[in-house]
């Protein structure tokens, strides 16, 4: 499980056994807003809430009737080999029952559950009942190299074929010499079949280092070559090490996602440490980034004082490979993650239009940087997490902040409304990112950082939404803030999609000193379409204060605007279709042709 389980109350009724699984488990109890007394954070609604943390990947704990959480996951139900966990405990603590994701850590967490309360682990997953373990879920520390012939080997053990075990003995199962199914436990590389698992103790920490944009093949095949000529398994490497500043060299980032292993990274004073150990010290590598060795010196650094070097520095033309064994296999990382910088838009507001990715980056986040009202709408999935709120008007500083923060190795998500690549802090961060440290940019550290961007709904396709499909044709989006956009451009560009005859959005279409140039907008348009244009303006999107309204384009007054308001201004071609639930905004594409057409 890469993310904490939260454990979820529904009424006063479970309260004392949640916070019973709570205290067994180091996790946070998220209670029902008027139905629990005391929580770490509280939702409005069970249904939607659990689907939000399961949709992020949270594991999710609930003191309640399986019933409810599984009408809550269902209809996001895709990949069993990704869901997390979902448990129910009951109110008395006495049955707790895996729903989803037992191999996954459900029925882990459920006997961890029962363990403490006294209670009944009620597993169901056939393995587990009959040999009380799963193939497919090794202790820490190991990894089965062909998970996908788990099935059937579990199958033949559980028809009683037997088992012979080769190297160590992982599970508590008696060995037959004579057994069909075979459980190789082996550092060196093996292939497994349906009858055959391998398993590999991860003992391995792999060190790397390369000339800067070195060619990921040349890598890549210096690494296999150096771990198949050692007789090492890929699948017993346990982490990619490197200096920090190789936090964002392509082709190591490549290694460490092809064996599907950490990459971790070490500072030039930690890695000058090792030096004594190292067999292969360069004054040359010191006088180049202050440390005598990076692939020896980041392998050591990354096993601890017992290890040694297994594999001593192997070189190309651009690359260095070195790898160091500890005796036992490794279960916790040294030296540091890289840093990450999620920029995320949660859309106009309600949790309901945020997509599962976006709640997954938010859920697997360190630390959550934006306007404070932003954050304030993730409601409990912030809960538990660093915040550091910025005002209006900080864009340049939060951006900033967010970028130094990943560059010390923090995941950070950035918190925008819409979507962040609108009208928002994405073309910022970038920007950012681009400018070198002698143009105020940022530092090295936070150039180094992984940068992922999500989709988000932006003000626009909400509107559009709310009012029916206004965007049915061709259409622009403009600010209308002078802030850093020329007023002069501004008006060039609404006279160029006025002649155009666009459908235009007008965002930041009004501020508390800037009230003309909506009005100007409206004049200009008039100039090339009817005054009786329909123009929606949507307020609060996704808010419980949300308010439509539709409005004739010479009628449109700047009072009825504010910041929170999105401005939708139909083409000549735009109209408002009057259904039994109110007016409905369209812009035809020119399909009326095909049917008039058809019916002549």
């Not at 082996?186 to 790397?208: I, M, N, S, W």
């Not at 980034?289 to 980041?298: F, K, M, T």
């Not at 050591?300 to 070195?322: D, M, P, R, S, Y």
């Amino acid at each position: 499980m890469a993310l904490e389980p939260v454990v979820i109350c529904l009424s006063r009724a479970g309260e004392p056994m949640a916070h019973k699984v709570a205290k067994a488990l180091g996790a946070q109890v998220h209670g029902r807003e008027g139905r629990v007394d005391v929580a770490d954070a509280y939702f409005p609604n069970a249904l939607d809430y659990v689907r939000t943390l399961f949709a992020s990947g949270t594991p999710v704990v609930g003191v309640c009737a399986a019933g409810i959480l599984i009408r809550a996951v269902a209809p996001v139900l895709a990949d069993k080999r990704s869901e997390p966990p979902v448990v129910a405990v009951s109110d008395d603590g006495a049955v707790v029952v895996p729903l989803l994701g037992g191999h996954r850590g459900a029925n882990r967490l459920a006997k961890q559950i029962s363990d403490a309360l006294g209670g009944v682990a009620a597993v169901t997953t056939a393995g587990d009942i009959a040999l009380g373990f799963a193939l497919d879920e090794p202790p820490a520390g190991y990894k089965l190299a062909n998970p996908e012939d788990a099935k059937p080997a579990m199958a033949a053990m559980l028809a009683g074929e037997g088992v012979r075990i080769t190297g160590e003995s992982l599970f508590d199962i008696p060995a037959n010499k004579n057994g069909k199914v075979e459980i190789c436990v082996t550092e060196k590389p093996e292939d497994g079949t349906e009858a055959r698992l391998v398993y590999h103790p991860q003992r391995f920490a792999l060190g790397l280092g390369c000339s800067r944009n070195a060619d990921p093949q040349e890598l890549w095949e210096l690494v296999e070559k150096s771990l198949a000529d050692a007789g090492i398994a890929q699948g017993a490497i346990a982490s990619v090490n490197s200096i920090d500043l190789k936090a964002d060299e392509p082709a190591i980032i490549k290694v460490a996602k092809r064996l599907n292993v950490p990459f971790r990274l070490f500072d030039a004073t930690t890695l000058e440490t090792e030096t004594a150990r190292l067999k292969n010290p360069s004054d040359v590598v010191f006088a180049e980034v202050g440390c005598h060795g990076v692939s020896e010196g980041a392998a050591l650094a990354a096993t601890g004082q017992g290890a040694v070097l297994e594999v001593e520095k192997q070189k190309t033309t651009n690359c260095t490979c070195a790898v160091a064994r500890q005796s036992e296999p490794i279960t916790a990382q040294k030296g540091r993650a890289r840093g990450k910088l999620s920029i995320i838009g949660i859309g106009p507001g309600q949790h309901s239009w945020r997509t599962p990715e976006a709640s997954q980056l938010i859920a697997q986040a360190q630390e959550l940087v934006g306007y404070g009202l932003y954050i304030d709408l993730l409601g409990p999935l912030a809960a538990g997490k660093t915040r550091s709120n910025f005002p209006l008007g900080g864009e340049e500083d939060r951006c900033r902040y967010a970028l130094e923060q990943a560059g010390k190795g923090i995941n950070v998500a950035l918190i925008c409304s819409g979507d962040a690549g609108i009208y928002a802090m994405g073309a910022l961060v970038f920007e950012l990112l681009d400018r070198g440290p002698d143009a105020f940019g940022v530092s090295d550290a936070a150039r180094r950082v992984e940068v992922i961007s999500t989709p988000g709904v932006s003000a626009l396709q909400g509107a559009a939404a709310r009012a029916g499909a206004p965007l049915g044709h061709d259409f622009c989006a403009i600010s209308l803030s002078d802030l850093l956009t020329p007023r002069e451009d501004i008006v060039k560009r609404l006279k160029a999609a006025a002649e155009g005859d666009f459908v235009i959005a007008f965002y930041n279409p009004v501020s508390k000193r800037r009230r003309t140039l909506l009005a100007e907008a409206r004049d200009i348009l008039l100039q090339h379409r009817p005054a009786d244009t329909p123009v929606m303006l949507a307020s609060s999107l996704g808010r419980p204060e949300e308010h439509i309204r539709y409005r004739k384009l010479s009628e449109l007054k700047v009072d009825e605007v504010d910041m929170l308001t999105v401005v939708l201004v139909g083409s000549s071609h735009s109209r408002l279709a009057q259904l039994g639930e109110g007016p409905r905004m369209f812009t035809p594409r020119g399909y009326a042709r095909k049917i008039d057409g058809d019916l002549s």
